[in-house]
Nanobody, 116 residues
Framework: VQLQASGGGLVQPGGSLRLSCAAS????????MGWYRQAPGKQRELVATITRGGSTVIAVSVKGRFTISRDNAKNTVTLQMNSLKPEDTAVYYC???????????WGQGTQVTVSS
């Protein structure tokens, strides 16, 4: 199973970016999918997750600005990021948990830089 993330880049404060992640390989179904981020010198932290049924968990720091969605037929997860702040600067990693053991798979990471 491989996860391929895309959509990072440089954006000014207040701007928007859309991250996408596609899972490929031997996949029957995917449990939770999500996005995590890691800023320099900090631990990786949860940004948002979404269950197969569409229930979401959003970090307080991004609530109201970021939206997570997924397409179960295409095995993709998307993170729409609006009103970006400099503190959102980090490497963003997509994640997928597969049954039956809920094994975690990670994408390669995509850099998001918010700076004027």
């Amino acid at each position: 199973v491989q996860l391929q993330a895309s959509g990072g880049g440089l954006v000014q404060p207040g701007g928007s970016l859309r991250l996408s992640c596609a899972a490929s390989g031997s996949i029957d179904s995917i449990n939770d999918m999500g996005w995590y981020r890691q800023a320099p010198g900090k631990q990786r932290e949860l940004v948002a997750t979404i269950t197969r049924g569409g229930s979401t968990v959003i970090a307080v720091s991004v609530k109201g600005r970021f939206t997570i969605s997924r397409d179960n037929a295409k095995n993709t997860v998307t993170l729409q990021m609006n009103s970006l702040k400099p503190e959102d600067t980090a490497v963003y990693y997509c994640n997928a948990n597969l049954p039956p053991s809920n094994r975690k798979y990670w994408g390669q990471g995509t850099q998001v830089t918010v700076s004027s």
